[in-house]
């Protein structure tokens, strides 16, 4: 099996408690990945676990933006290439929005209500 990273490094890769299993794991670690996920009950406390719950609420702070202000469940592209496209542009005309808003001293710093026709 190929290395993730070609300088040797190994990659790290959060998940939850549901990606478990010695076939998995043993796969996981063949391929170069540390998979650091909360333990399961009955599990020894696993490496990484302070960071999950902090880790999560940022996680779903970023889902709920995409998913409501950038409405990427609906975003029409028919090609992985097509999906990519407009997410990707609405990244950057988010990321647009909050150096505009910065820029010019606006209060909400997030919101492209502004912006939406």
Do not use: C
């Not at 040797?8 to 043993?26: M, P, S, T, V």
């Not at 009950?41 to 409501?68: W, Y």
């Not at 202000?69 to 097509?82: K, V």
Request: proline fraction near 3%; charged fraction near 25%.
């Amino acid at each position: 099996m190929a290395r993730v990273r070609a300088d040797g490094h190994r990659q790290i890769l959060i998940g939850d408690k549901n990606y478990y299993g010695a076939g998995f794991e043993e796969t996981v670690d063949q391929v170069g990945i540390d998979m650091l996920r909360p333990a399961r009950k009955g599990e020894k406390p696993r490496a990484g676990s302070r960071f999950f719950k902090p880790l999560r609420q940022i996680i779903e702070s970023i889902n709920d933006t995409l998913k409501g202000q950038l409405d990427l469940e609906h975003h029409g592209g028919r090609t992985p290439a097509g999906v990519t496209a407009r997410i990707i542009q609405r990244l950057l005309a988010m990321t647009a929005a909050i150096w505009h808003n910065d820029e010019t001293g606006q209060t909400v710093r997030r919101s492209l209500g502004a912006y939406d026709h």
